[in-house]
């Protein structure tokens, strides 16, 4: 029985990683320090021989004892009001962490793969955004917190591929949603959700022109899952390439759960990317991988799990 190890594992993305696996009939580890995790998300999980949960901060110091085949670093802040909250920790998880673990999967000989971003391209003078974009990115910007912590994993899991001849994937995950998602976590989607559901106005920041690209978390997980058994060390782009305004996002949430509800508009927040559309052409040639879930088939599935949480 092999061993995955999943950092940031009671998070969002982390949590539906440790279920594939359990699935799949490997040994899971779950690692996170419940800082934007809930251990809610991985308490199904609990009473599994296969599973353990360990309340650890990766920037400090990570041992496990016995082997670990293959390591899920999905450790970090990852929604705009998280990172703007909590820059510091965002920016050590994304360096000090990501050291610590690769030393882990040095130590265990395991297959690592970094959770990284469409962030790392910015506010994208390329679109849609190939791996072979190297981004606009403001360094010193508010959100920049989050895209250089993930540039800078980027080049430390490449030189730990390079000096240690160590095994590494890197995903550049786009915009992903679905049940777990934290309701007031700042992101488009589950806000709508939220405000459809409370009988709110939809809040849509800027003109509501700019697009993003949203992939439902099944066909996310299953392209995760791909790119850790395959044998692509250069990074490649996890995502939906249906590209939407954030204006028909809210057309749509309001058509399918709140007809009677508002849209209202305010001040669109600084950097925030004008577009995002991932080119999966990677994906598609190297993994045999591309999403299947339409956006309003995800937000079907995904609006139940919104309305149990609010109601409770």
Not at 274 to 301: M, Y
């Amino acid at each position: 029985m092999e061993t995955v190890l999943i950092t940031g594992g009671a998070g969002f993305l982390g949590s539906h990683l440790c279920d594939r696996f359990i699935k799949e009939g490997f040994r899971v580890i779950c690692v996170d320090s419940l800082l934007t995790g809930d251990v809610d998300n991985v308490a199904h999980l609990l009473g599994s021989d296969r599973f353990q949960f360990i309340k650890l901060d990766v920037t400090n110091y990570v041992h496990v004892p016995g082997p670990v085949h293959h390591i899920l670093h999905f450790a970090s802040p990852a929604s705009p009001i998280d990172y703007l909250k909590l820059p510091i920790q965002t920016l050590k998880v994304g360096a000090l962490g990501t050291h610590k673990v690769l030393g882990l999967a040095k130590e265990k000989k395991a297959r690592f793969l970094l959770a990284s971003t469409s962030e790392v391209y910015g506010d994208p003078l390329v679109h849609p955004q190939a791996e072979t974009y190297w981004g606009n990115v403001n360094p010193i910007g508010p959100r920049g917190v989050y895209d250089e912590a993930k540039r800078f994993g980027e080049a430390i899991v490449m030189a730990y591929h390079r000096v240690h001849g160590l095994e590494t994937r890197i995903a550049r995950i786009f915009n992903t949603y679905g049940a777990r998602m934290r309701l007031a976590d700042g992101r488009v989607v589950p806000a709508f959700l939220s405000q459809a559901i409370a009988g709110q106005p939809l809040t849509i920041f800027g003109s509501g022109k700019q697009t993003r690209s949203f992939c439902y978390i099944d066909d996310q997980v299953e392209g995760l899952v791909r790119l850790l058994f395959s044998s692509c060390s250069d990074p490649v782009n996890v995502g939906n390439p249906a590209e939407h305004t954030v204006e028909g996002l809210a057309i749509l949430v309001k058509k399918l759960f709140a007809p009677d509800a508002r849209i209202v508009y305010h001040p669109l927040p600084e950097d925030d990317p004008r577009v995002r559309r991932p080119d999966i052409t990677q994906a598609r040639e190297k993994l045999g991988w591309e999403p299947k879930v339409s956006l309003e088939e995800g937000l079907l599935k995904t609006y139940p799990w919104f309305k149990e949480r609010l109601s409770k």
